[in-house]
């Protein structure tokens, strides 16, 4: 089992920066790939960013490639999400996952354990 709570989440205006992170426990954080998703009002979850297991490799977004970064330290069991340039439709609450693989990418049935979410808002 993983554990995984997010926080860093609140409200900022368009243009303004965020950084989320998500605390691990369980079983061994660094044989996990993690992913931050996210779900918007009367939306489906969406994929975000995503990390390998040595943080070497990263996927990103279209929406949000140039503008977020995802990062990871192992020896705090912790993975991070750096929002830049924030816009209204980033508004949403966000989501950590962990996949018990190397890597992966986009597909959220590869990951086994979610956090409960945090709430990031962004006003115009």
Same mark, same amino acid.
């Given at each position: !089992?993983?554990? $995984?709570?997010?926080?860093?989440?609140?409200?900022?205006?368009?243009?303004?920066?965020?950084? $989320?992170? #998500?605390?691990?426990?369980?079983?061994?954080?660094?044989?996990?790939?993690?992913?931050?998703?996210? !779900? %918007?009002?009367?939306?489906? =979850?969406?994929?975000? %960013?995503?990390?390998?297991?040595?943080?070497?490799?990263? *996927?990103? %977004?279209?929406?949000?490639?140039? =503008?977020?970064?995802?990062?990871?330290?192992?020896?705090?069991?912790?993975? *991070? $999400?750096?929002?830049?340039? $924030?816009?209204?439709?980033?508004?949403?609450? *966000? *989501? #950590? %996952?962990?996949?018990?693989?190397?890597?992966?990418?986009?597909? !959220?049935?590869?990951?086994?354990?979610?956090? !409960?979410?945090?709430?990031?808002?962004?006003?115009?």
């Amino acid at each position: !089992q993983v554990q $995984l709570v997010e926080s860093g989440g609140g409200l900022v205006q368009a243009g303004g920066s965020l950084r $989320l992170s #998500c605390a691990a426990s369980g079983r061994a954080f660094s044989s996990y790939a993690m992913g931050w998703f996210r !779900q %918007a009002p009367g939306k489906e =979850r969406e994929f975000v %960013a995503s990390i390998s297991v040595s943080g070497g490799s990263t *996927y990103y %977004a279209g929406s949000v490639k140039g =503008r977020f970064t995802i990062s990871r330290d192992n020896a705090i069991n912790t993975v *991070y $999400l750096q929002m830049n340039s $924030l816009k209204p439709e980033d508004t949403a609450v *966000y *989501y #950590c %996952a962990a996949a018990p693989r190397d890597y992966s990418r986009s597909h !959220q049935n590869e990951y086994d354990y979610w956090g !409960q979410g945090t709430q990031v808002t962004v006003s115009s």
